[in-house]
């Protein structure tokens, strides 16, 4: 099953806009990764952020995470038509596995 | 560096069948997970393994196996193949036993169950 839910499912912005992406969860999590996967291809690790972080920032990503609402962002500034992707969040509880959302598919438009 | 490897790239099955698949993991980890991502979803966890054992299991019926090698590369086999196994199944390895850490992901091998 799906722990989280990302907001909104497809999105579609100009070059150089920037493109924010929510996601929501249900369970106590140690951390919250972002992925992002090209055309059904492997995923590529974006940013993780701990659970005890409220905010991080990687390059052009700037991720946050409020644990009392269960939910994280993830923004990415100034896009490119290589940011073309589709983005999920994945949580990490005390186990071994993680568990992924259903994902956002960006477009950016050249 | 080589990154995780997988093969084959794509696999074609007649349902009733049984397949095997292979990842190769980055050199020094130790820790190889399978996740079966399926047209629209999210990929949703299968198996872990970490030194050889198996240390976690989703939710997949028994149909689903999978073993890891002295060299820490590891293969997943799905028997009595149905239509709904179609999908992208995907190898991650990561150096930790947990997944506190990064996973990195591997191409994927497609499924395609006729």
């Known amino acids: 099953s799906q722990q989280g839910e990302e907001d909104p499912q497809a999105l579609s912005i100009q070059e150089g806009e920037n493109a924010t992406m929510n996601c929501s969860y249900k369970t106590s999590i140690n951390n919250l990764q972002w992925y992002r996967q090209n055309s059904g291809r492997g995923l590529v690790h974006l940013i993780l952020?701990?659970?005890?972080?409220r905010e991080k920032h990687s390059g052009r990503l700037r991720v946050t995470l409020d644990t009392s609402k269960k939910s994280s962002s993830l923004l990415i500034t100034a896009s490119r038509a290589a940011d073309t992707a589709s983005y999920f969040c994945a949580t990490s509880g005390s186990n071994y596995k993680l568990t992924f959302g259903k994902g956002t598919l960006l477009t950016v438009n050249p | 560096d080589a990154g995780v490897t997988q093969s084959p790239t794509h696999l074609i099955k007649t349902r009733g069948q049984q397949v095997t698949l292979r990842c190769s993991p980055i050199?020094?980890?130790?820790?190889v997970s399978w996740y079966q991502q399926v047209l629209g979803q999210g990929p949703q966890f299968i198996f872990q393994?970490?030194?050889?054992?198996?240390?976690g299991r989703g939710n997949f019926p028994d149909r689903f196996s999978a073993r890891q090698f002295p060299n820490y590369s590891s293969e997943l086999n799905v028997n009595a193949l149905l239509l709904g196994d179609s999908a992208l199944y995907l190898c991650a390895s990561s150096l930790p036993r947990t997944a506190t850490y990064e996973q990195y992901f591997g191409p994927g091998t497609r499924l395609t169950v006729t």
């Open positions: 952020i701990r659970s005890n972080e």
């Open positions: 393994y970490y030194e050889k054992e198996e240390r």
């Open positions: 050199s020094g980890h130790k820790s």
